[in-house]
């Protein structure tokens, strides 16, 4: 049954109609609130794309996703799966934070590959832990990442309230970042070239450092002998192991890639756009990484549109909660519409596609 | 040093805050032991407490409010099954969308509703559990500590948490005793044999989603009827996550699921009653409190406390040889 559909119809059609499946039930809930269902797309589409100020804000959340997604599809190259984004991202932002205020930075183009460093290493560190005992012990990784999501949220919000914390400051967040550490804007970057885009809308740097990062992960997936070994073990283990790679190697530098994808995403959020540390800066980010890497079929092209798509998604429905009685919460709806849709119920859409594919081959034969 | 009077309150509110725990993790159980994993405990309990909080509201009467949690409930537990069960597809990921789906759900439906930011009207009288009192218990209250602990600790608390706690000796029964509970086992080891045996594993499965289902509404309606006066947004709090650790924790077993909820129960009674706990002098932060269930689970799974070996057959989907 494996070469029955085309490739494209793998790669594009299906996504593509689970996709639809999902926006339908997505407007059969607006209109069951009683909102105007192509009303809210056209709301969404100027609140997300209508202006450069949209723009920005819709690519800032990409980032986020870009991050959070690549880090998931790693993982499942290998067939693992890290549900702990949220919880590497956390920790990702400690690490920001830490070098951040660790020095009186004189310019960003010192404090920025400071707080990559940081930021990659924090949240590597933070999948480092349930990678060893996957590799090491065979506990499950998804459960050890959920705990390590409540663990980072436990920590971090201990050095925030008892460490981080500046004196006499009820609010649980740290001081604001010193000058010297603000990353430039898409603004302050597309005027060095004559481009006018919005000042107020806080994409930043960090979306450049997300593209990179897509070229990076497709080299080191498909190009590299650590990602030939990544996707053998993911296909097949005995075969691996057969083969000569060594699972516990894959296993460890996998995850240690997939947590340091995560932590990154904290210099867009804690340094580009809050500028300090607070509480739940995630928000859910973490999570919105599995819904992109299972659109986007684990390739970092598929996972950059898929990105791009959730940021028109999220963006978008701020401003439905904005202007219209449909509250932020819809988005989370739809995410999982997408999950369900693209992840757990692909057979559905797959099983007569096939079908269909095979009866057309037989005709033509 | 604790008197008498404070380790009964604490033990109290353990019993309180153990039970959702308890009808979770055996929900869990009864999933997980027939090869269906279930990360979405939280979704559905969080769908339940909002259309029990809801019907309750609307109708004033908590047992309609309980059917209509249940109900919720299942309904999440059948899409998990359509995903996990008839079409194959992945049980983490379809858990992870069910999560998802009612945690934005809820709020949508809550907002539309009743518009008071996502949440529901208090709850009042008949609309919520109330709690009952034991035969006798005023009566041997004078005694000298049994009393106490019986009208304080063992009397007094809503139906559902007695409920909850003798849903373990029956789990046990049907899961040891019962031929059932026998096929249920069986299709989470090895679903091949029950085939071979004429079984249909699709039908198994399925009814133990469906009892998950029960039991995790059931959990869900306690936490808007009882426990609280009224549903809040994601007032679940990560209380599937705690039941899936227990769960593991108990390593898949009914009477072992209730010592370790009663012990996260604990944790999270003490965490709420002592913000500021000092062992030998050195302070502990309430922090740890709140993440010792999942440092606890993370030790388990290591395998220094004795291994947690999974049901064999879980997560995978059966396929029928032809």
């Known amino acids: 049954m494996r070469d029955v559909m085309p490739r494209w119809a793998d790669v594009v059609l299906i996504p593509l109609i689970s996709l639809v499946l999902a926006f339908l039930l997505s407007a059969v809930v607006i209109v069951a609130i009683g909102e105007d269902p192509l009303a809210a797309v056209r709301m969404m589409v100027t609140g997300a794309l209508g202006s450069t100020y949209a723009w920005g804000y819709t690519l800032y959340y990409a980032t986020n996703f870009i991050f959070t997604g690549l880090a998931v599809a790693v993982a499942f190259h290998a067939r693992l799966f890290n549900i702990g984004g949220e919880g590497q991202a956390t920790l990702g932002g400690l690490g920001v934070a830490l070098v951040c205020l660790a020095l009186p930075w004189p310019h960003w183009v010192l404090a920025l590959p400071a707080a990559v ?27 050890t990442t959920i705990m390590f999501n409540f663990i980072g949220a436990a920590v971090l919000n201990y050095m925030l309230v008892n460490v981080m914390r500046p004196q006499g400051s009820m609010d649980p967040a740290t001081e604001r970042f010193p000058p010297g550490t603000h990353l430039p804007t898409l603004h302050d970057l597309l005027a060095l070239v004559g481009i006018p885009f919005s000042k107020a809308a806080p994409a930043n740097i960090a979306f450049l450092i997300a593209l990179a990062a897509c070229l990076l992960v497709w080299l080191l997936i498909w190009r590299t002998r650590l990602g030939y070994e990544i996707r053998a073990y993911g296909h097949s ?32 959020t804690v340094m580009g756009e809050a500028e300090r540390l607070v509480l739940n800066s995630v928000e859910g980010a973490g999570f919105i990484g599995i819904a992109v890497a299972l659109m986007g079929r684990s390739h970092p092209f598929g996972v950059l549109l898929a990105a791009i798509l959730f940021g028109f998604l999220y963006q978008g429905g ?38 269909l594919f095979l009866a057309l081959r037989k005709r033509r034969t | 040093m604790m008197d008498f009077a404070t380790i009964l309150q604490v033990l109290d509110s353990t019993v309180r805050l153990a039970a959702p725990l308890l009808l979770a993790c055996l929900a869990g159980l009864f999933s997980e032991r027939a ?20 019907t309750a509201a609307v109708t004033g009467s908590v047992w309609l409010g309980l059917a209509a949690g249940i109900a919720a ?25 069910i999560n998802f789906l009612a945690a934005g759900l809820t709020v949508v439906i809550a907002q539309d509703w009743f518009a008071q930011g996502g949440r529901t009207p208090s709850l009042l009288g008949g609309a919520r559990f109330e709690a009952i009192t034991l035969p006798l218990a005023d009566t041997v209250r004078p005694v000298p500590i049994l009393g106490p602990i019986y009208h304080d600790l063992i009397s007094g608390h809503t139906i559902p948490v007695y409920f909850a706690f003798s849903m373990v000796p029956l789990t046990w029964w049907l899961l040891y005793r019962t031929r059932f509970g026998l096929r249920l086992r069986a299709v989470g080891e090895s679903p091949e044999a029950l085939d071979t045996a004429g079984v249909s594993v699709v039908a198994t499965r399925y009814a133990a989603v469906a009892i998950c289902g029960v039991l995790c509404g059931i959990a869900g309606a306690y936490l808007a009827t009882a426990l609280q006066a009224g549903f809040t947004k994601d007032m679940t709090a990560g209380r599937g996550y705690i039941a899936l650790a227990a769960l593991i924790f108990a390593k898949w077993r009914s ?15 003490i965490a709420l009653r002592y913000q500021n706990l000092q062992i030998g002098g050195v302070p502990l932060p309430v922090q740890l409190m709140d993440a010792l269930p999942y440092i ?22 059966y396929v029928k040889e032809r």
Do not use: C
């Open chain 1, 237 to 268: 283990e005995p075969a691996a192991i057969y083969a000569g790679i060594r699972p516990v190697r894959v296993v460890m530098l996998t995850m240690l890639v997939s947590g340091a994808l995560a932590g990154l995403m904290a210099v867009n």
């Open chain 2, 35 to 54: 090869g269906i994993f279930d990360i979405g405990l939280e979704g559905k309990m969080l769908m339940a407490a909002f259309f029990s909080a809801a």
């Open chain 2, 73 to 97: 409930s299942m309904v999440l537990a059948g899409v998990h099954g359509l995903a996990s069960i008839t079409f194959r597809g992945n049980q983490l990921i379809s858990g992870v969308a």
């Open chain 2, 255 to 269: 009477w072992h699921a209730l010592w370790a909820t009663l012990l996260f129960g604990l944790l999270q009674a």
């Open chain 2, 296 to 317: 606890l689970t993370v030790v388990i799974l290591a395998g220094f406390v004795g291994r947690a070996i999974p049901p064999r057959a879980g997560g995978e989907p």
């Open chain 1, 117 to 143: 460093l940081a930021a990659a290493l924090f949240g590597a560190a933070w999948a480092a832990i349930p990678a060893w005992l996957q590799a090491k012990r065979g506990s499950h990784i998804v459960i």
């Open chain 1, 318 to 355: 701020a401003e439905l909660a904005l202007w219209t009685d449909i509250p932020r919460e819809l988005i989370v709806v739809i995410q999982a519409l997408v999950i369900l849709f693209t992840g757990a119920l692909d057979n559905m859409v797959r099983m007569p596609l096939e079908r």
